[in-house]
């Protein structure tokens, strides 16, 4: 759930646009849902896939966003999965790199099994796939398939804090970030 999107904040019912409605408008969709929740990893991204898929259509354009792959949500402990350990503890975890590998590899099957089924599967990424893009990814404008790699070019649409310049900024989606995101995710899901 990269750049800005908020738990609770975009609903269908909500007067602050992000790109996802900015881009059902102009696919003239009349619902959209927003399953995402900001700082979260793989676990809890795929989860919620699995907590929404029997609602989904054939019919319906799916997005999905895998946040940060080096990212990880610990569903089974307290508050969204922030770990609650002591740092005796840190040997059990694996290192950023094999996090990253494994969240890849499970991102691809889920992309990718769910598309042989039939789903109008897409998805965009703030990392480089270390093996290679997949069908249906949704490039940045310049073609870039790491989208935090094209924000860093394009402080314009950055939503940072006051006083904050480049490169130390929060390159989360400003509303015309959101903007540019829903013209792009558009001229590549109707071409």
């Known amino acids: 759930m990269p750049f800005g999107?908020?738990?609770?904040?975009?609903?269908?019912?909500?007067?602050?646009?992000?790109?996802?409605?900015?881009?059902?408008?102009?696919?003239?969709?009349?619902?959209?849902?927003?399953?995402?929740?900001?700082?979260?990893?793989?676990?809890?991204i795929s989860h919620a896939i699995e907590k929404d898929v029997t609602n989904w259509s054939k019919d319906d354009i799916i997005i999905i966003s895998p946040s940060m792959l080096e990212r990880f949500t610990?569903?089974?402990?307290?508050?969204?999965?922030?770990p609650a350990f002591n740092p005796d503890s840190m040997h059990l975890f694996k290192t950023l790199d094999e996090i990253f590998d494994f969240n890849e590899m499970r991102w691809r099957l889920v992309i990718t099994n769910y598309q042989k089924l039939g789903f109008r599967i897409y998805t965009w990424l703030v990392n480089d796939p270390k093996n290679g893009p997949?069908?249906?990814?949704?490039?940045?404008?310049?073609?870039?398939?790491?989208?935090?790699?094209?924000?860093?070019?394009?402080?314009?649409?950055?939503?940072?804090?006051?006083g904050v310049k480049f490169p130390l900024g929060d390159w989360h989606f400003n509303a015309a970030g959101h903007v540019a995101v829903a013209e792009r995710m558009y001229q590549l899901i109707v071409s």
């Not at 949704?138 to 804090?161: C, F, Q, V």
């Open 134 to 162: 997949v069908e249906n990814l949704l490039t940045a404008p310049d073609g870039e398939i790491n989208w935090k790699r094209w924000m860093d070019k394009h402080y314009e649409y950055w939503s940072s804090l006051p």
């Open 74 to 82: 610990i569903l089974e402990s307290k508050d969204l999965g922030i």
């Open 5 to 44: 999107i908020e738990p609770n904040l975009y609903t269908n019912d909500s007067i602050t646009p992000y790109w996802g409605t900015h881009l059902a408008n102009k696919l003239q969709v009349s619902e959209h849902h927003n399953v995402s929740a900001a700082g979260i990893g793989w676990n809890w």
